[in-house]
């Protein structure tokens, strides 16, 4: 057994999507067979309570990177020195830089030489010259249109580590406790509807009056609706829930989100975090999804799917956080009604909404 540092730098939901490759890492096989099953990994703040969530995972170590973190905090020596002698400290001989096409992990690996890392894996455009032993090229070892959970398992492999026979690599976190026993509440109250209007970036939103419509429908079609949000999302999720809906805006840690989310039918949202949480907990997911990032790469992954929002509009790749097209058509031309037809369609792959009610393991 081996100490071996998986980096993933950014967000919550880029974390979720890394946990199969931190599966590999954590349970697969080398060639010469060992299973180096001592994962320690290295995140961002935003990244560090989902990071606490996936299986296989011995240790996480949060640290905010000034070339991933926005605003980005200033280049110290304190800081890069506080992340060489941690790694220096854990006895860890070998790391796997998991970064998106946008990413370059030649920072993080100068600072892990530093730090007397032996083998590092990571892909890269550019000329990695000493800094990774093992480098491979994007566009060229593998193409970049592919989910990002398939492009971190192959950086993971190239590194020799492969996921464990019975693994099929969907998301997956572990079960644990809902501490403040929302959703058995709920769960105990019949089948529901979550809807999550909040995003990061407001060229990921929909409008909140369109939420709010979608609401009343929803409910105009019998079913009962939870509307979910974070501390700083109240007003948002209190005009979206309206005067009946169930409103957790502010409510839930990310533990019992991710509890509300898996007794869920359906889940409604943007490209966000909680997407890919509720895609961890298997739940099925109307995305709305703005296409400033490729919907292939970024999309809810594993689970029942419908996609919505205009994926050819003028925002398409731009990685824009603020909607650089007037009126913000990709998402505002998506009406309340296509919302709820998609959310009745995935209904309708579900054997029994009645009874619908999942257990999820790690």
Known sequence: MSRVLVARLDSMGDVLLSGPALRAVANGSRPDGSRPNDVVLLCGPEGAGAAEMLPGVTQVHTWACPWIVNPAPPVTEEMTNGLIDFVRSSRIQEAVILTSFHQSPLPLAMLLRLAGVKK????????????????????????????????????????????????????????????????????????????????????????????????????????????????????????????????????????????????????????????????????PVVCLFAPVVPAIRWAPYGVPLELLGDQEAGCKNTRARVCPVPGHPCLSSVTPEQVVEAVERLLGGVSSLSTRRKVWKP
């Open 120 to 283: 590092i894996t990571g892909a890269s455009t550019d000329y990695a010259g000493s800094l990774l032993d093992v480098r491979l090229k994007p566009g060229e070892d593998f193409p970049e249109d592919q989910p990002e959970v398939v492009r971190a398992l192959t950086i993971a492999e190239a590194g020799g580590y492969v996921l464990p026979n019975g693994d099929d690599g969907k998301l997956r976190i572990t079960s644990g406790a809902d501490p403040e026993g929302v959703a058995d509440e709920l769960a105990d109250e019949g089948p529901y509807i979550v809807v999550h209007p909040g995003a990061a970036a407001p060229a990921r939103a929909w409008p909140a009056l369109h939420h709010a419509a979608t609401v009343e429908l929803l409910e105009a079609y019998g079913h009962r609706v939870v509307v979910t949000g974070g501390p700083g999302e109240t007003s948002l999720t209190a005009t979206v829930a309206g005067p009946s809906a169930r409103n957790l805006g502010g409510g839930t840690n990310l533990r019992t989100l991710a509890a509300v989310l898996a007794g869920a039918a359906v889940v409604v949202t943007g490209n966000t975090g909680p997407a890919h949480l509720a895609a961890a907990v298997g739940t």
